[in-house]
């Protein structure tokens, strides 16, 4: 370590202003600051004056991913294994699995830190730390048998359209890793849905569904059981299968502070009410399934955790984070089980409240000014 | 009487030109004025009726400022939009009898997009701004200009959302040709929709932004 640090030390002039590396200033600050905690402090502003900067934060969102990744890569394995009717010991599956989404998650971090990159340099502004954590997120919500290029293509879509023209981290509207995935569903959905797609290299005679599919097209008796469900070997994206591993996530984000409860809390709250309601109806099988197996299934655990919880684009206040999350739980649900075009209502519902999101925030502050001015009238008449 | 008043202005003076150059670039009715969206989205799937559309819009646009412009001290001005409405119905009238007479394929996929240049906010928006003002000659460059301004955009998006949408430009079968689907190439389903218009358009604007600073607006 020591020895790391007397080399960055030693090169840092060299790319000061006005020296020959001038131009990968903030290359080697973006370096620096990964390698070692930053010795700057916020300068001005009424903020706590530490040296906990953004890639901190980010690097624990990173931790709580790990559990719901290595799960993920185990289960790619256990599919295939499983759809072919063959047996593998513990570390053949997991190699499968790693093999299968280690180059995804590669592709997305060159593709995206590259672009990040350039735009740094271009720009002349520090590399933004964001696309650490969505480098994460976007391998963990794609199929296992998606295509590289097409990584690589929703990747630069998500970075450039998705974040750049906005300037960068902390300016979206949308959330990057949704915005990758929206892309992909939408310019190749055969490769994004139906039954094709769920597990790598398997056998012809399995449809190999996800929950969701078969639920949409009214199968309900070949949902997995809710223990299936929970522990998560079924079907699915990459990451988002165990409820489990994403529940240690949640543990994570809401100990170490870094994800809001309050999204979180109301997301399950509005994915509930809206099982409720269908419930009252029951029109059809997939009413009736009880509200809080809408939970378990599908996206709904992984985007209430991690996606809905991205703090640039959620809700800022407090009481907006309530509204924000409850609409996302309810409309994900009612898409899911309304819309037959969407077998996941998770991502249109996180990515449409993601537009709201300042609308909220904007009548929560209003409210507020409004409530204090009442307050304010109220002592001087007195 | 000054003589040189009554000197004939040259056809293409520095004014006039200008009246046909700045539309297709720092004055463009799509990227800059962000007029006639709704039919830049709706006809760019390809490339036939983007171009089709853009040589109506033309015809149009020239010929309609012209007749406004002739008409435009005879014009009273409570109910000119009217007037202007009928000018620029009839002559959508006859650009689409045209395209039936002609080019009967494309005018189907073109749809009730030709009847609704009719609404096109261009159109009625260069005969109020400028042919209500100016003598024929200047209103018709104005009009070219501005018609231009919107094709070449046009053009432009159809050429990408046909080549990465349908792996075709004009119908011809490029990435076909080139042997890309063998490689497990796909086509973009996403460039079909009209979303991917808006977008291919909001990169025409930050290019076109960023290399002209006039344009960006003071914060």
Redesign the interface.
């Known amino acids: 370590m020591k020895a790391l640090r007397n080399f960055l030390d030693k090169i840092k002039p060299q790319f000061e202003k006005g020296e020959k590396f001038e131009i990968f200033g903030s290359t080697f600050e973006a370096f620096e600051s990964f390698l070692f905690v930053s010795d700057k402090v916020t300068s001005k502003g009424s903020h706590i004056r530490d040296s906990i900067d953004m890639k901190r934060t980010m690097s624990v969102v990173v931790i709580a991913l790990i559990p719901a990744l290595l799960f993920g890569m185990w289960n790619v394995g256990y599919q295939h294994f499983l759809s072919l009717g063959e047996q593998a010991d513990f570390w053949a599956t997991f190699w499968f699995g790693f093999l299968k989404v280690f180059p995804i998650i590669v592709v997305c971090y060159v593709v995206g830190l590259g672009i990040e990159f350039v735009f740094a340099q271009v720009r002349g502004h520090e590399v933004n730390e964001g696309f650490l954590v969505t480098g994460m997120i976007i391998p963990l919500i794609l199929p296992p048998e998606i295509?590289l290029?097409?990584v690589a293509?929703a990747t630069a879509f998500a970075v450039i359209?998705g974040k750049e023209?906005f300037g960068g981290t902390g300016m979206n509207i949308l959330n990057p890793a949704l915005t990758a995935r929206a892309?992909l569903f939408?310019?190749?959905?055969?490769?994004m849905s139906g039954d094709k797609v769920w597990i790598a290299e398997k056998a012809d005679a399995l449809t190999g569904a996800t929950p969701l599919g078969d639920a949409l097209v009214g199968n309900i008796d070949k949902i997995p059981s809710p223990l299936e469900m929970f522990i998560g070997n079924i079907p699915g994206s990459i990451g988002e299968t165990s409820v489990i591993a994403i529940l240690i996530g949640a543990f994570i984000l809401l100990y170490t502070g870094a994800g809001s409860w309050r999204i979180m809390f109301s997301v399950v709250l509005g994915g509930l009410v809206m099982g409720w309601i269908f419930n009252l109806f029951a029109i059809n099988e997939y009413m009736q399934i009880p509200a809080w197996e809408h939970l378990i299934m599908g996206g709904f655990a992984f985007g209430a955790v991690f996606m809905a919880t991205d703090p640039v684009t959620a809700s800022q206040t407090n009481k907006g984070k309530f509204i924000f999350g409850f609409l996302i739980g309810l409309l994900a649900v009612l898409i899911r089980v309304i819309n037959p075009a969407y077998p996941e209502g998770m991502m249109l519902a996180i990515l449409f409240m993601n537009v709201f999101a300042p609308l909220i925030d904007h009548y929560v502050i209003e409210a507020n000014i409004k409530k204090r001015l009442k307050r304010a009238k109220k002592l001087i008449n007195i | 009487m000054n003589s040189e008043k009554n000197e004939r202005e040259p056809l293409f003076s520095f004014k006039n030109r200008k009246l046909l150059l700045n539309p297709l670039n720092k004055d463009n009715p799509i990227t800059v004025q962000v007029l006639g969206i709704c039919s830049a989205l709706a006809v760019t799937a390809k490339l036939e009726p983007a171009f089709v559309m853009a040589l109506s819009v033309i015809a149009v646009l020239a010929i309609s400022n012209v007749i406004i412009s002739l008409l435009r001290n005879g014009i009273p001005p409570r109910i000119r939009i009217i007037v202007q409405l009928v000018v620029i119905a009839s002559l959508v009238i006859l650009v689409d009898q045209f395209l039936k007479a002609f080019v009967f394929d494309v005018s189907k996929q073109l749809s009730v997009f030709v009847g609704l240049i009719i609404t096109n906010c261009i159109i009625m928006g260069r005969l109020e701004a400028f042919a209500m003002s100016n003598k024929p000659w200047p209103a018709f460059l104005d009009g070219m200009g501005n018609a231009f301004g919107y094709g070449w955009i046009l053009i432009v998006v159809a050429f990408f959302r046909e080549l990465l949408g349908s792996g075709t430009i004009w119908g011809y079968p490029v990435f076909d040709k080139l042997g890309l689907y063998d490689v497990g190439y796909k086509n973009n389903g996403f460039m079909i929709l009209p979303p991917m218009a808006l977008i291919i358009v909001g990169i025409i604007i930050w290019i076109q932004r960023s290399r002209n600073k006039d344009l960006i607006e003071e914060k």
């Open positions: 295509p290029w097409m293509v359209i023209v892309f939408f310019a190749y959905p055969s490769d």
